[in-house]
């Protein structure tokens, strides 16, 4: 029992940070296919940031809490650690709330009549900048909390004009969805950029090139940005990969792990590559493609892009292409041909995959897919190197 709070507080902590991510970019499709010159940033200017030429256009604070709990009553934590770091920026910068939105982004929800209820967003009933500058001083003059000191003092500490400006710049937006719930957001936004029904896989790839670009920003020296005109620019890629005749490829240049490589050393599409005299390192590649093409072709039927009978047409166009090919090396052969001249027929025969087979499956001829596709079928041993390849592997397992 007395390790749940640390786990729980891990937890929490970790979400936060993730949350912080997931709304950047939630956020920056605000802007997509508008101002391409705005700039999104993580942990610089504040939990996150939009800016642009070096000035701050939204300062966002983010409150994530993992079931929704949270207070924003006038003496909340949150909210007055908010207060705080919005107070120091502007006591160094007093022109910020004459043009920056201050947003404080959070799961909480904020009790009806409190200051924060009453700094939601403009178009609110309920919005009164002015009775929540009154609540938060009588809460700073009420306050006995040692750990609101520094904030009530940073907030308190702002001249009346200045202070007034603040928290009229000030938008609260409490009840927010939770991380999970944020996939759901980034679809929404998503349904005017991709094709019908595609928002979900969009949001998957957006979301994919997102998250290592974030690493890269937050292990900067120097805090780095994001450009919304590099997030356009992934969205055409992604919306164009969507598109009806198009198949996105998501797994060419990806490296199988050790682990990953090792358990295919017995398949039989690697045994026959032996039987001819395959080299280890063509072996490493002939894995790697097969690989790659295995999981790029389970992807696009686990997020049905494929036509009926796609596959399969795919793959009676390459064994139509390897039948003659196969044919004419075997007529090349005695019956009593050396062991030696089979295998190095039925390495020229590979060498042709390897170099020249291009096929396309739609609109795509990338090679990991022609490739990779002649092992799936020399796995089945539907197709074959060397002339006996079926009386060698019949009597072995596909997979061993």
């Known amino acids: 029992m007395s390790q749940a709070k640390p786990i ?17 970019l939630a956020e920056c499709l605000r802007f997509a296919y508008g101002d391409s010159n705005i700039e999104i940033s993580i942990e610089k200017l504040d939990d996150v940031s939009f800016e642009k030429d070096g000035t701050a256009l939204e300062l966002l604070q983010t409150k994530h809490h993992l079931k929704k709990a949270g207070d924003l009553s006038d003496g909340s934590v949150d909210l007055w650690k908010t207060l705080r ?14 043009r920056t939105r201050f947003a404080l982004v959070t799961t909480a929800k904020a009790p009806d009549g409190s200051a924060a209820a009453f700094l939601r967003p403009a178009g609110s009933a309920a919005r ?6 009154a609540l938060l001083m009588k809460a700073a003059a009420a306050s006995e ?34 991380i999970a719930d944020l996939g759901a957001v980034i679809e929404e936004r998503l349904r005017m950029i991709a094709p019908r029904g595609k928002a979900a896989l969009a949001r998957e790839q957006l979301e994919g090139w997102w998250w290592p670009r974030i690493c890269a920003v937050l292990q900067a020296e120097t805090p780095g940005t994001i450009s919304v005109l590099a997030v356009e620019q992934k969205l055409d890629d992604i919306r164009d990969a969507l598109k009806r005749d198009a198949l996105p490829l998501d797994m060419e240049h990806v490296e199988p792990s050790p682990e990953e490589m ?28 097969f690989y790659r093409a295995s999981v790029q072709r ?4 686990r997020q049905s892009l494929l036509f009926d009978g796609e596959v399969g047409r795919f793959e009676q166009q390459l064994i139509e292409e390897w039948q ?15 062991e030696a001249v089979l295998r190095t027929s039925g390495q020229q025969l590979y060498g042709w995959v390897e170099s020249d087979a291009r096929f396309p499956i739609r609109t795509q001829t990338a090679r990991f897919l022609t490739v990779g596709s002649y092992h799936i079928l020399a796995d089945d ?14 009597d072995e397992p596909a997979d061993a």
């Open 8 to 24: 729980h507080s891990a937890a929490q902590s970790a979400a936060g940070y993730l949350y912080q991510a997931r709304l950047a």
């Open 85 to 98: 770091a919005w107070a120091q920026a502007v006591k160094g910068d007093p022109s910020l709330p004459g």
């Open 128 to 133: 009164d900048p002015q009775a929540a500058d």
């Open 145 to 178: 909390n040692e750990v609101l000191k520094k904030a009530v003092a940073a907030f308190t500490g702002l001249s009346s004009a200045i202070r007034k400006e603040l928290v009229g710049a000030i938008e609260v937006l409490d009840g927010q969805p939770l």
């Open 262 to 289: 090792g358990s295919l050393d017995e398949m039989r599409f690697v045994r026959q590559l032996q039987t001819v005299g395959v080299g280890t390192l063509r072996l490493q590649y002939a894995k790697r493609d």
């Open 298 to 301: 389970s992807r696009w039927v």
């Open 324 to 338: 003659p090919r196969f044919a004419q090396m075997c007529e090349g052969l005695t019956a009593d041909c050396k």
């Open 381 to 394: 041993l539907r197709v074959g190197w060397h002339r006996d390849f079926e009386a060698l592997h019949t």
